[in-house]
Structures are given as structure tokens and as C-alpha cells.
């Protein structure tokens, strides 16, 4: 990979963000339009390459076409793979059907797999591409705010399997992130509350004063006011960005991006990966949780948790496990069990990202099953 940085478009003010990874670095672009100038950013890093886009059937009905046009002007032949929507894509069967086709398609090592679509495909394109001839570069052309503020950013690439979430993958950096604003306007509403989740994340974890901004502006958000939408993904971008290039592989800080996620991964897993329960949902009640977990522990104060659950209420996101469709079926044993199969999982202990306050959160190891089991039994008692 090339550390060759982009330059900008003529009369766009386009935001740029640095993933700073040595030889490996690529840039993060912002900006409202992006996809139109797509032929034009990439051809500056690979000028002579052929592509191959990986997309799903809703976001080829409204970008495909667009994308294509843009590289063509360019000067770059492409080729599309369009896939099924959804979470259940992401799995083995689709990653093997994928990996058989970009081969047909002849796509060398010198060429391009563009992943345009929202985490499932950021994911599922980027593993492609990670083994395909034993790696291949990518671009990541995120369509949804979740991929946009998280996924897309920071190489991590993989799927799911019957264990639990994401426990298939590899770390495998783009090349270029395009973000382009005008590209959210197709999104059903719940995907982008559910996008917002992951936003709220980053106050959480580490910078309160972003919170309380969110909690000012979540209205101009919701409404795609550009200011207010470029500020939160430029802010979210950025802390994944500054993290990411502390601890690309996940061994230190970059742990506090999974707030909330071990408990939301079980979740997603209990009601199997599909439209019953969307990533950000699951995040965003695993999150309450986790500040209700961290309160039970005498670690954070309820005022802190009763702040954030409710922002997530006023944002119309779920916050209990009551709001999960059949969650009466689980038990706390079910929650455990996924829970062992975490990634963060470290010789068979389950490692938590807990909360001292907002914009505070710790990696705790020191949490015994029994206190789990008796905070999730509270829980579903509840529900």
C-alpha cells in the first residue's frame, strides 16, 4: 500500500482525516459529492487499475450507476457484484461465492476491490480482498452513518459465524475512505438512527464534550444539516483515526471502541443477525447496559447513566432488553454463553469496556461470572 495522500477536489470543501499507519496511512475524505469525483480521487493513487465493486441490491439502486459514470470518466473499467442486503451476507458461503468471482472477474493485485455498501459490505469486501491472491487493496465508499463513523475506518474486515459476530476476519487497511454526505439521504430512517448509536460511542468513551454537543445538535443531525453532519462524522472519524494508529490490532486502547458491543454482539447473535435487531440498536441498549452495569459496580454514578439512556430514548433508539423482538426467550445462561465466544475474550475471561463516567471508559478484566449472572438475571427479571 502507498501512504500517497489525496489531493483536493477543486471548489469542494471536503473535510481530511489521516489514518496515520506508516507506508500503510490513507485519508478519510468528507464531503458532500464525493462519490460523482470518485474516478478522479482514486485514479490518483492507482492510475491504471481495473475495479471491481461489491455492493448489495438497495444501495446499487441508487449509487451504482453513479459510481460507475465517475470512474468511467476516469478512465477506470469496473465491473459490480451485487449481493443479497442484510447481515446474514456476511458469511462464509457469500465470502467464498465473492472471492470465486472477483477472480473471474481477473482482478489482479494491482487492481481494486471498491466496497460500496454499508458495514456488511465494508466487511465482507475488505476479507475478499484481504485473501484474495493474498491481498488486494480496497477502497471503502461506506453508505450508511454507521459504516461511515465506524466501520469503514480501521481495517478491520470479516464475518460472522454461527459462534458469535465478526469472529472470521482479518485486519486489512483501505487504501481511501470516501464519506459522502449525499449518499445518507437514501437511508431509511432506523438505519440512521441506528448509525447515531455509534456516534454517541465515541462521547462515551472519551470525549464528553462531543456528548454534550450531540445532545445540542442530535435534531440537525437527524435533519442532514451538512454543518452539523460533517462535524459529528469529522469528530467520530477523527478519535477512530487517532486510536486506530495507537493500537491497529486491537491489543491496548482501541478496545474502547467495543462500548457496549458485548453485550450488543450476544444480542445480535441470540436473534440472528437480521432485521429484528440492527447493529447500532444492539449497541445502543448494549451501552445503557453497560453504564447500568458499571452503576451496579459502584464505578459510575446513575446520574451519569440515567444521562446517557436518556439521550439514546430521545434519539428513538432501544435502551432495554425488553425492546428486543423475543427477548423474553433469553436467559441469562444464553447471554453468557455468547458473550465466551467475545473476541475480547482473554484465557477464557471476558473482558468488559465499562464506563467511569461519560466520556470516561476503562478495559475491566476483574469481573466474576457470578456478579455478571446476577446483574443479567436483574435484567431479564425486568423485561
Known amino acids: 500500500m502507498s501512504s500517497q495522500t489525496i489531493s483536493p477536489i477543486p471548489g469542494q470543501t471536503t473535510k481530511k482525516i489521516e489514518v496515520a499507519l506508516g507506508n500503510r496511512s490513507y485519508?478519510?475524505?468528507?464531503?458532500s459529492g464525493l462519490l460523482?469525483?470518485?474516478?478522479?480521487?482514486?485514479s490518483q493513487l492507482r492510475p491504471d487499475v481495473k475495479c471491481s465493486i461489491v455492493t448489495d441490491e438497495n444501495v446499487a439502486q441508487h449509487h451504482l450507476a453513479p459510481l460507475q459514470?465517475?470512474?468511467?470518466?476516469s478512465n477506470i473499467p469496473s465491473e459490480a457484484i451485487i449481493l443479497p442486503p442484510g447481515e446474514g451476507t456476511k458469511s462464509f458461503n457469500a465470502l467464498s461465492s465473492l472471492v470465486e468471482t472477483l477472480l473471474s472477474h481477473e482482478i489482479e493485485r494491482g487492481d481494486l476491490v471498491i466496497a460500496l455498501g454499508g458495514g456488511v459490505i465494508g466487511d465482507l469486501a475488505g476479507f475478499a480482498a484481504s485473501i484474495l491472491r493474498r491481498g488486494v487493496d480496497f477502497v471503502q465508499i461506506p453508505t450508511s452513518l454507521l459504516a461511515q463513523v465506524d466501520?469503514?475506518?480501521?481495517g478491520k474486515t470479516g464475518v460472522n459465524s454461527n459462534y458469535g459476530k465478526n469472529l472470521i476476519g482479518a485486519f486489512h487497511q483501505p487504501i481511501l475512505v470516501l464519506c459522502d454526505l449525499d449518499v445518507l439521504t437514501t437511508l431509511e430512517p432506523r438505519q440512521f438512527r441506528a448509525g447515531y448509536a455509534e456516534v454517541v460511542k465515541y462521547g462515551l468513551i472519551k470525549n464528553e464534550e462531543f456528548f454534550t454537543w450531540l445532545q445540542t445538535n442530535r435534531n440537525e443531525i437527524y435533519a442532514l444539516d451538512k454543518q452539523s453532519l460533517t462535524h459529528a462524522i469529522q469528530t467520530s472519524c477523527s478519535m477512530k483515526a487517532n486510536i486506530v494508529a495507537l493500537d491497529e490490532k486491537e491489543h491496548g486502547v482501541r478496545a474502547?471502541?467495543?462500548l457496549g458491543h458485548t453485550f450488543g454482539h450476544a444480542f445480535e447473535s441470540l436473534t440472528g443477525y437480521g432485521d429484528k435487531l440492527l447493529h447500532g440498536e444492539a449497541i445502543s441498549i448494549g451501552m445503557v447496559l453497560a453504564f447500568e452495569f458499571a452503576d451496579k459496580l459502584g464505578i459510575c454514578k446513575p446520574s451519569e447513566t440515567q444521562k446517557v439512556t436518556a439521550h439514546f430514548k430521545a434519539a428513538n433508539l432501544p435502551t432495554r432488553i425488553e425492546d428486543i423482538p423475543g427477548a423474553?426467550?433469553?436467559?441469562s445462561k444464553m447471554l453468557i454463553e455468547k458473550m465466551r465466544q467475545d473476541k475480547k475474550v482473554e484465557r477464557g475471561d471476558m473482558v468488559f469496556i465499562l464506563p467511569h463516567k461519560i466520556g470516561k471508559a476503562v478495559v475491566t478484566r476483574q469481573i466474576s461470572e457470578p456478579t455478571l449472572h446476577d446483574f443479567l438475571e436483574e435484567k431479564l427479571a425486568i423485561s
Do not use: M, P, R, Y
Not at 466501520?151 to 480501521?154: D, I, N, T
Not at 423474553?328 to 436467559?331: G, L
Open 328 to 331: 423474553q426467550e433469553f436467559t
Open 36 to 42: 460523482q469525483h470518485a474516478g478522479t480521487l482514486i
Open 151 to 154: 466501520s469503514s475506518v480501521g
Open 256 to 258: 474502547l471502541l467495543n
Open 69 to 73: 459514470k465517475a470512474l468511467s470518466s
Open 27 to 31: 485519508d478519510i475524505l468528507i464531503d
